[in-house]
């Protein structure tokens, strides 16, 4: 089975062998019965392990042409599960402009259990190269980053990390499968926020790490089940049926994020467009005060002023007061994330009613 669609529509999703049911059946279930004691098919508790786990991960595995998948019950608990692969004493070196929440979990818990971390420029593997230390594990990327859509060779970043026996790990949620498989460019782990793009209709949060190597995977299962940062079956299966429509969405994403950005470009209120040439992420700065700023972004027909992004709903934020809040101002200013920094996640409406919308809206400041 080789198109991307295919995979998503067949792949973890067989009809059910009691019934013939098509679509795979909710496991809502914490216990399994057990013929005789530690005697299974397989699962004994779903906080460890359930039938809808498995069918999505063998689904978002084939899209990341990866061998395992283990998924989590949001991106920070997938991001959590990967920290837990190091140990206090472990560095970590990371991009720069990472999505907040990130950045927290980074600084206000990995620190406190006694991980250090570097945060480099993103743009230039060589950075990445040169905060390398001796006890540094692992290395982060996010690319597209969160917010300002800079990317990151994985390639080369994950060529420097191998030669020193360091993971690599590559936050795909912005470019999902559709448009880069980061193991196939050297990665050891792709990981997502499946709450965005691969759930894609913005009514459920889950994560998950997709990665080649066995240990890896039984590690990752390992912290989920001891952590506790599993999803719920029925958050899985809601999950799964978003994503065979990844593909699709991915295709209509990046048109109409296209058609924004030459809207953008035209425009006389556009002070600058970020856009990374692919996908539906499209963040700008207008010539608009801060205040004037937050106005517009409230006064939206389409655009929902909201946190997150990747459903089949626009969505427009305000990444200094939202998102990425929890960087502190000094540091959103050394990293180039202004507070008139605008995010759009482009939807999939008719984008003729997009564009009016931006326009109608942005006439009222011009
Ligand atoms: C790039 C990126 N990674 C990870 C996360 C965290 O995912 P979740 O909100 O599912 O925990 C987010 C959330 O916005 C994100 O944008």
């Known amino acids: 089975m080789k198109g991307f669609n295919t995979k998503a529509v067949h792949v973890g999703q067989k009809p059910e062998g009691l019934t013939g049911a098509v679509i795979s059946p909710i496991y809502q279930t914490s216990t399994y019965a057990q013929e005789a004691p530690g005697k299974h098919k397989g699962f004994d508790y779903t906080r460890a392990d359930n039938p809808n786990y498995r069918n999505l991960e063998a689904a978002i595995a084939a899209l990341e042409e990866g061998a395992y998948a283990t998924v989590f019950s949001s991106g920070i608990g997938a991001e959590l599960a990967v920290l837990n692969l190091l140990k206090a004493g472990d560095h970590v070196v990371a991009g720069d402009d990472l999505y907040g929440g990130t950045y927290r979990l980074f600084t206000q818990w990995g620190m406190r259990f006694g991980l250090s971390f570097d945060f480099v420029d993103g743009t230039n593997p060589k950075a990445f190269e040169k905060a390398i230390q001796k006890k540094t594990k692992l290395i982060w990327i996010e690319t597209p980053t969160n917010p300002l859509l800079k990317t990151t060779d994985i390639k080369a970043v994950a060529t420097i990390a191998k030669k020193k026996k360091i993971l690599t790990v590559a936050d795909n949620t912005f470019a ?191």
């Open 176 to 366: 999902t499968p559709y448009f880069q498989k980061p193991l196939n460019l050297g990665a050891a782990m792709s990981l997502h926020s499946t709450t965005k793009y691969i759930g894609g209709h913005s009514d459920v949060i889950g994560g998950v790490v997709v990665t080649n190597d066995k240990k890896l995977k039984e590690k990752l299962n390992l912290a989920r089940m001891s952590l506790g940062i599993n999803p719920s079956p029925f958050d899985c299966w809601l999950t799964q049926r978003g994503l065979k429509t990844l593909g699709l969405r991915m295709e209509r994403h990046q048109e109409n994020a296209k058609a924004v950005v030459q809207f953008f470009k035209k425009h006389p209120l556009t002070k600058k467009v970020y856009y990374p040439g692919f996908g539906g992420m499209v963040s700008a700065e207008f010539k608009l005060t801060v205040d004037q700023t937050k106005k517009l972004i409230s006064s939206f027909e389409y655009f929902t002023l909201g946190e997150s992004l990747g459903g089949v709903e626009s969505l427009v934020c305000h990444p200094a007061t939202m998102t990425h809040a929890s960087i502190p101002p000094k540091e959103r200013v050394k990293r180039g994330l202004s507070d008139s920094l605008v995010r759009f996640s482009v939807g999939i409406e008719d984008v003729e009613d997009l564009l009016d919308d931006l326009k109608n809206t942005l006439s009222r400041f011009g």
